[in-house]
């Protein structure tokens, strides 16, 4: 094995272990309380200021269409806000700024990272290579006012929505948005949690599902709005669902990927690993989910055949998702429908960017911008399935439903 391959593969368990310690020493030394609520009025402040550009902007242009309208084109905003903050939330992840403030919700105590250079800088003092810095501090403040900015924009469409159920009923539950809003209030909590848990692994996994599930919700919740049902057949409609699980289960492998700094686990060969095809791996260390990071479930240094075994298995996992997202794009070209070959095209796109992307991230040593854009396409490809799911559902919830009296054919005879 080249000397070369070994050394940046183990630099991706250095990277893990040099990100736990400095983490610990920003906690012993200068961390401030995890929670300081003090900063959340003005950080809540600029959420809402930051939210009414877009709701002004919407109702502007849409206040003269109906309600539902307006209501699908305030949600589709969102959805491309939510998309945009899960970009930024990778961003911040994989720049090693998720702890670039670390108490929650301001920074330091404070709503931004002006009145917090003090502090910033005396971290940045004990530990150049650690978590704090102005630069890092900054993005992770600006994930958290963009989240703040995209919770407000929900929230408000949960009320107008209920707001139109109640005088002028648009055909579409209310409770959707509700579920988006119960949805957007839980991943708050786990963005809480990712910083004061000093970036544990399961729970930065969770977050990033989290966010990824969010914008399919919304994406759904913007479907409910049009009218445009997908006939697919039984057959293909379960193998929508189960290329959906297992587009899902592939997310969260990836994530677990990027939350254990794995990506370089194996060199930069391709397809073999640490030029072998079988090498060295740890799998009962690798999915030990109760641990710190860089940490095995014993406190040990986590061993580098762990994340070896990490990365491993995402290659694996691969290997069954794209086949899969090939022969559901065939089985909807099949159909003659229009709108299924449109979303075929789309899946065979989104699945080379994640097949260029993902190889990209280790044959070129993880550039940055090739990171986030796997994120983004694991993130547009849910979304696009569950805009598949809510065309299908619809067909089959109107021939369900027994038509309209109105428009029944009697079958009793004439008197």
């Not at 150049?128 to 924009?153: F, Q």
């Not at 539950?173 to 910083?195: D, E, I, N």
């Not at 995402?314 to 159909?335: D, F, K």
């Amino acid at each position: 094995m080249p000397t070369r391959t070994r050394s940046s593969a183990t630099c991706s368990a250095c990277s893990a272990r040099r990100r736990a310690g400095t983490a610990r020493a920003a906690d012993v030394n200068l961390a401030p309380p995890s929670y300081d609520f003090g900063p959340a009025a003005a950080i809540l402040a600029l959420g809402l200021a930051l939210a009414c550009i877009p709701i002004v902007s919407v109702w502007r242009r849409h206040r003269s269409a109906e309600r539902r309208s307006v209501l699908r084109a305030l949600t589709l905003v969102t959805l491309f806000l939510t998309f945009d903050l899960v970009l930024l939330g990778a961003y911040t992840r994989l720049s090693d700024s998720g702890l670039g403030c670390p108490d929650w919700p301001g920074c330091y105590g404070h709503a931004s990272p002006l009145g917090a250079i003090n502090h910033i800088d005396a971290a940045a003092t004990l530990s150049p290579d650690g978590p704090v810095t102005r630069s890092k501090a900054w993005i992770e403040m600006a994930h958290r006012y963009m989240a703040t900015a995209v919770g407000a924009l929900i929230a408000a469409i949960a009320g107008f929505s209920w707001f139109s159920a109640r005088r002028h009923p648009i055909g579409v539950s209310p409770w959707w948005p509700t579920l988006t809003l119960f949805w957007v209030a839980l991943q708050g909590a786990f963005g809480a949690w990712t910083v004061t848990w000093k970036l544990y692994p399961l729970v930065v996994t969770a977050h990033l599902l989290g966010g990824v599930l969010l914008v399919a919700l919304l994406a759904a919740q913007s479907e409910q709005y049009r009218l445009e049902p997908l006939a697919v057949s039984p057959a293909l409609r379960a193998g929508l669902v189960a290329v959906g699980v297992l587009t899902l289960v592939q997310v969260a492998l990836g994530g677990w990927v990027s939350t254990n700094y794995a990506v370089l686990a194996c060199g930069s060969d391709f397809p073999s690993c640490l030029g072998s095809w079988s090498p060295p791996m740890n799998m009962q260390e690798a999915f030990t989910l109760r641990r710190e990071l860089g940490r095995s479930g014993d406190g040990d240094f986590l061993p580098f055949e762990a994340l070896t075994a990490i990365h491993v298995t995402h290659r694996i996992g691969a290997l069954i998702v794209l086949p899969a997202l090939m022969l559901l794009a065939w089985r909807l070209r099949a159909t003659g429908d229009r709108a299924a070959r449109r979303f075929a095209g789309g899946i065979v796109a989104i699945a080379g960017w994640q097949l260029a992307t993902g190889v990209g991230n280790f044959v070129l040593s993880w550039p940055l911008l090739a990171a986030v854009g796997h994120t983004g396409g694991a993130t547009a490809l849910v979304a696009l399935l569950a805009i598949l799911l809510v065309r299908q559902s619809r067909v089959t919830a109107s021939v369900a439903s027994p038509a309209p009296a109105a428009h029944r054919v009697s079958t009793q005879p004439a008197r």
